[in-house]
């Protein structure tokens, strides 16, 4: 694979030789399913097929949200997916989630079992089914879909652009990273100029706007994300370090970043959740964020 500015793309692509970088094992240009795999379930209604990335991490810090504001009605099966494995290319996943990518959703409280699957979906199908982290009023409302719509649209360049050439290509090429870069650098700057003037991204409250930038963004000024802390100077943005921090602190966050993680202190790390109860062998109080 060429690293420099020769390369000449042909007329036609064709799909002749890996990627390379991290994930090149599990990159494709076709859909669908690989093999036959059913998947499990278990006793709740909602069940969810995830991993502890910043997607994943969204939905279950949403759950603990919701199960913390008294929602019983939110008790959830979380089911570790390992995508380097994968596990997202088996036939029940892909039923569940056409697009193979985490986290999927299926909800069998009805009649019929709903399935939603892109993490801003699952969040706003939550919140609109429990009537909670989404304000009623119509200011409120569309001030909070901003900034969660605003988060679909730009988290692609952190993660698919700057996460990958920074931290998993093959090799480093100044170009794209540079690129990427400056975009980050723009976005979090969006970000702490809304932050200077409001507590939450939506306003007043904490919304599912707030939950869905905060493992991204959140993540990536405490140091979780790509190593790039220092590189991007994440310091400099106070406003996002005092809403992160905020977030942090919250039980609930701090659950639902442990639950289908497999990175970190041990201690920090919950595959598979099926019950409150899941998380009493890792006393709250004690909780560890690697």
Partial sequence: MSTTEDYTPPK????????????????????????????PVGKHPLQLYSLGTPNGVKVTVMLEELLAAGHTGAEYDAWLIRIGEGNQFGSGFVDVNPNSKIPALLDRSGPKPIRVFESGSILLYLAEKFGAFLPKDVAGRTETLNWLFWQMG??????????????YAPSKMEYPINRFTMEVKRQLDVLDRRLAESEYLGGADY???????????????????????????????????????????????????MVNRVQGDLSSQLHERHDASDFDTKTQDKLTIA
């Fill in 12 to 39: 036609v692509w064709t799909w002749d030789k890996e990627s390379g970088g991290r994930f090149a094992n599990i990159n494709r240009p076709i859909a669908g399913a690989t093999h036959e795999k059913e998947l």
């Fill in 154 to 167: 730009s988290a692609p360049y952190l993660g698919g652009g700057f996460g990958h050439f920074y931290a």
């Fill in 207 to 257: 919304t599912i706007a707030d939950i869905a930038v905060w493992p991204w963004y959140g993540g990536l000024v405490n140091g979780w994300l790509y190593g790039a802390a220092e590189f991007l100077d994440v310091e400099s943005y106070k406003n996002i370090r005092r809403w992160a921090d905020a977030i942090g602190a919250r039980p609930a966050a701090k659950r639902g970043r």
